[in-house]
């Protein structure tokens, strides 16, 4: 096997002053894990070259709690784990945070850079952590692209809470729907803005919720 350059760390404004809200809601112990059990993710679809840890992966490749996947350019990734299902598009950096070294629960899911599509069963509250945004969600499927100056976060079907935060105020904005509101949070903004349904497809969206093994969440009338 041809050896994987490790991926580097991103620069230090991923620290304190980005995630403030999501330091205070860590804080006020409000993180609930995603459940998962032992047993790796299995990856479902794999496109282009994916890191997994800084290794490559395959559609052998297991996928836990604590690990970090990468996609680069033109790659992209479609997995289940612990009753959620994920896509990760190219060039895009996640982290699958447990609350402590060595758990198998997931506690929260840090999107360092790039666009996730995900879809989630119905129980305990799950926390995407973004640039600019911490999304708190529930039975819910999402988007949410995030860069350096603003994150795009779409709650496609379900609620989710998306608190955008500086270093002088944090915004709560609940977000109910069943087909697709979009906001973006820009970097530095004490308050979210409407943006499109853009970026991402009704079809996507209801290939993850197959892959975890329920209905389209979009079925057509009558």
Known sequence: MRSVRCVPELPAYLGRRTFLGCAATLAAGALFPLTASAQPAPIRELSGRVLINGREATLASAIRAGDTVYTTHGASIWFTLGGAAFFLRPEAELRLEPRHAGDTAINALRLLTGALGATFGRGT??????????????????????????????????????????????????????????????????????????????????????????????????
């Not at 609620?159 to 973006?184: C, G, I, K, Q």
């Open 125 to 222: 509250q799950r926390t995407i952590i973004a640039r600019t945004a911490t999304i708190g969600i529930r039975g819910t499927g999402v988007y949410i692209e995030t860069q350096a100056d603003e994150t795009y976060a779409c709650t496609c079907f379900g609620t989710t809470e998306l608190m955008a935060a500086d270093n002088r105020m944090m915004e709560r904005v609940p977000v109910s729907t069943v087909n697709h509101l979009a906001r973006r949070i820009p970097r530095g903004s004490m308050q979210t803005l409407q943006a499109p349904f853009e970026r991402h497809t009704n079809e996507e969206m209801a290939k993850l919720e197959r892959y975890a093994g329920r209905p389209d969440p979009f079925p057509p009338p009558g």
